[in-house]
Each structure stands twice: as structure tokens, then as C-alpha cells.
């Protein structure tokens, strides 16, 4: 995590100092590499993150399915830093169509 | 872990805290910028169209991400940041130009070791009233 990161993240959320500068990356890096939606987010938070943290992050897929018609796919990742304590567990549901979506929300 | 609150100040159905947004197309714009190089259909009215909305709409995300460093950090301290959880499901979209109220209210105390796990409902709404999300969180207080 480098110092800049956090001085951007830290002033678009107008805080001092962010907590989970992480979060952002975590999300765009490793969870939008396929093109799905939102659906639900969990997220248990154990050390904050400070820069010059070496972090790797490992997930995986805990759950296909589908409800009401539409495919969901929930991903699990943790965070660890460099001495092995664990920063962060993110659980995510998401929903594979897109369309499913834009079918819906026609309000948009 | 350092606790600021004592859970005896903290009462079932108390509000513990809330927090306006202005969801600007600048801070959509922002939020973006910082998570990601790549145009997707949060940033981009084109990437919006291919994936069949009429134009981009806020990250789910970005509850969260208020929540974890606007609402709660200043109430629950190391509480939160060591020990919090906040699950969210998104139930409507958020535009730009929205105000939305972020909020915190205590819905259970539960005992945890010498200390005690405070629940809360999370709730996100526009000033017409309309929820975006359903959701809870919850955080450590002393004693």
C-alpha cells in the first residue's frame, strides 16, 4: 500500500487518514475482471491497512447459483499482510448478467 | 484494543450516528478514478449503454466504503477498525446529483467476553425515503 494511494483515497472520503484504502483496490483489481453487478457485500475488518503494508490478498469462489431466475456468484477474499495477520475478510455476491439488471432498473 | 464507548451509554433503537453524501457526478467520478484505470459502467455513459443502462450509476460500493471511514470509526474507535463488520445488499441504484442519509441504529447488545457486540441496522435513504440498501453492521463497545 503506497502513501499516495492512501493520501487520494483519505481525501475523497475527507477523512484524515483512511482506514481501508485497500477496499478500492481489492475491488477493481480483483473482483471486476468480469463484467457483473452488485448484489450484496460483506466485509469484517480486523487491522487497518497503512502504507508501506505488503498485502496479499487470496479468494476464491464459495458459491454458484441461481435465485429467482438469475445466476449469482459469491466470492470470498482475505487480506494479509506480510507478517501473516489477517486485515480484512471480504465476502461478495454478485450478479453474473448484467442485463438482468438493466432489464429491471428501466429507469435508468 | 482501545474501546471509547461503554456499552451502558448505548441504548436499543438509539441512532449512534449518520452521514449525508452528496453522490456528485465529481465524487461518482472520484471514487472511480481511485479504484480503477479501466472505463466500466460506473464511469462511463458508453461501457453504461453495452451493458444496457441509459447512463452510469454509483457503485454499490461506495456505502461501504462510508460507512467503514464516515459513519462508525469515530463512535466505535478500534472497535470498528479492529473489529467491525458491515453487510450491505444493494437494493437500488444511486445516481448522480442523490443526497443520500447513511445511518446507524442499535438493534442488539450481545454479550462478548468482557465486552459487548453492538448490532446495528444500516440504512441508506434519499430524502423522498427510499432505501438502497438493507443492511446491518456491527461493532465492539467496553464493558
Known amino acids: ?5 492512501v493520501e487520494r483515497y483519505s481525501k475523497l472520503m475527507g477523512v484524515e487518514t483512511a482506514i481501508y484504502a485497500n477496499m478500492p483496490a481489492r475491488i477493481a483489481d480483483v473482483l471486476r475482471t468480469t463484467p457483473t453487478a452488485n448484489a450484496r457485500m460483506m466485509l469484517e475488518l480486523f487491522e487497518p491497512i497503512r502504507a508501506g503494508d505488503i498485502c496479499t490478498l487470496s479468494g476464491s469462489v464459495i458459491a454458484l447459483y441461481v435465485r429467482r431466475g438469475k445466476p449469482y456468484a459469491t466470492y470470498q477474499v482475505e487480506t494479509r499482510r506480510s507478517d501473516g495477520v489477517l486485515m480484512d475478510r471480504l465476502r461478495k455476491t454478485v450478479i453474473l448478467s ?11 | 484494543v482501545d474501546l471509547p464507548v461503554d456499552a451502558k451509554s448505548l441504548a436499543i433503537g438509539q ?5 449525508t453524501i452528496n453522490y456528485s457526478a ?5 471514487y472511480e478514478t481511485a479504484i480503477s484505470t479501466r472505463e466500466n459502467f460506473h464511469n462511463s455513459s458508453e461501457k453504461a449503454r453495452e451493458s444496457g443502462f441509459a447512463q452510469p450509476f454509483a ?11 464516515n459513519l462508525l470509526p469515530g463512535i466505535f474507535g478500534e472497535g470498528w477498525t479492529k473489529a467491525g463488520s458491515v453487510n450491505a445488499a444493494f437494493i ?3 445516481l448522480a446529483g442523490s443526497r443520500v442519509l447513511l445511518a446507524a441504529d442499535i438493534v442488539a447488545k450481545l454479550p462478548r467476553g468482557d465486552d459487548t457486540l453492538i448490532v446495528m441496522q444500516l440504512s441508506a435513504s434519499l430524502p423522498s425515503g427510499e432505501q438502497l440498501i438493507a443492511g446491518s453492521a456491527s461493532a465492539i463497545a467496553r464493558g
Open chain 2, 26 to 30: 465529481d465524487h461518482i467520478q472520484g
Open chain 2, 92 to 94: 437500488r441504484p444511486i
Open chain 2, 59 to 69: 457503485s454499490g460500493t461506495m456505502i461501504v466504503a462510508h460507512t467503514i471511514e
Open chain 1, 1 to 5: 500500500m503506497d502513501q499516495e494511494t
Open chain 2, 15 to 19: 441512532r449512534v450516528s449518520e452521514y
Open chain 1, 98 to 108: 448484467r442485463k438482468e439488471l438493466a432489464d429491471k432498473w428501466t429507469f435508468l
